[in-house]
């Protein structure tokens, strides 16, 4: 066999191979969209102190996995304890306050009742001498009246002297015990007067110690927050992992000044990856969420993770970008734009636990699946 045929032979092999793979891949590129704009990401939780002071001690190093709730910071806290302090001695004193207008509350109430008490016998007695009265004045009238009629008697000589004198004498003593009568019933109603008027400033005496005691009780109230804020402030000393992580990008040392709101390092969560991959907005036409994803990570070459479309941005990202682009002004050049898409990993894959969020992965979405 001379070379040509050979060489007919050898390019007749490699044009069928070529066009093999180039039907195969047209064929993978009819039924995958791909990009390799694409990235793994992951929630990556601040470490922010709630309250300032000076670091005591750092319970972390740099990498170090930790659970959530674990120490990674101690803040000195001399000040907020003598703030604890200070909250609950004025709670007491508030509280004391309080214990003191009970007891007047007590004995005011104590009088009130003592001075009803003498306003009921006052009023016994003023009935008491009503009718004391109302007697003394029918025997007044009676006595009058067998004085008048001793008296036409005696003009006519029909009775003896002695009878007259003594209807003279009975006459007088119903007056004077009239007279008497009337005077212990002045005397009933001024005493009560004089109690009604003691038991009305007892009233007054207190409702103006009720209201201390309300006034006290919202001192209470208040010193009693003050003392929740004092500890929790306090219990802002312990800083603690917001999750389960890694704890990367340390910046504290011993013996600094944080501020509250001040990030001292960030804690990558590894429970919850995801890929954002961003599609140009012309493949989008046939991808919809539940679509199988193969994933190929560049740091693993050789090695996939496989997930599903999860869901799409809400806008493109130049829209979410500090400048966006304004196209109603200026000349006017059409950009292919691109959208974020939410890729979920299958956690089942051995190279889940390796990756970390900002690894550079390429993505290929299968439209069929």
Wanted: with cysteine.
């Amino acid at each position: 066999m001379d070379k040509k045929t050979v060489f007919r032979i050898v390019g007749v092999i490699v044009l069928a191979v070529a066009l093999f793979f180039g039907y195969s891949e047209f064929r993978y590129l009819q039924r995958h969209e791909t990009t390799d704009d694409a990235q793994i990401d992951g929630d990556v939780n601040p470490v922010i102190p709630k309250a300032g002071g000076y670091v005591k001690a750092i319970r972390f190093k740099d990498n170090q996995f930790v659970k959530e709730g674990d120490t990674l910071v101690v803040l000195d806290d001399a000040d907020y304890r003598i703030r604890v302090a200070q909250a609950e001695s004025a709670l007491q004193s508030a509280m004391a306050a309080a214990g003191v207008s009970r007891s007047q509350v007590n004995v005011a109430s104590a009088t009130v009742q003592s001075a009803q008490a003498s306003v009921q016998t006052a009023r016994d007695q003023v009935a008491t001498a009503q009718a004391n009265v109302a007697a003394a004045q029918a025997r007044a009238r009676r006595a009058n009246q067998d004085f008048e009629r001793y008296s036409r008697l005696l003009a006519e000589k029909t009775v003896p002297q002695q009878q007259f004198d003594a209807a003279q004498a009975e006459r007088d003593a119903a007056q004077a015990q009239l007279l008497a009568a009337q005077a212990q019933l002045r005397t009933a109603q001024s005493q009560v007067n004089a109690v009604g008027t003691q038991t009305a400033v007892s009233s007054s005496q207190r409702r103006a110690t009720e209201g201390q005691i309300t006034v006290a009780q919202a001192t209470i109230k208040q010193r009693q927050a003050d003392l929740d804020m004092a500890k929790l402030q306090l219990s802002y000393t312990i800083v603690r992992a917001p999750a389960s992580g890694v704890v990367s990008k340390r910046a504290v040392q011993i013996g600094q000044l944080v501020q509250a709101g001040q990030a001292v390092c960030s804690v990558v969560g590894n429970s919850n990856l995801w890929v954002t991959a961003n599609f140009k907005e012309t493949q989008l036409h046939q991808m919809q969420p539940g679509q199988a994803v193969d994933i190929d990570v560049d740091a693993f070459e050789g090695d996939k993770l496989v997930g599903h479309v999860g869901s799409f941005a809400g806008a493109t990202g130049a829209k979410f970008s500090l400048l966006p682009p304004d196209n109603a002004t200026g000349n006017y050049v059409k950009v292919v734009q691109r959208v974020p898409v939410r890729i979920e990993l299958d956690k089942n894959s051995p190279l889940y636990a390796k990756v970390r969020p900002g690894m550079s992965v390429s993505v290929a979405v299968d439209l069929q699946k």
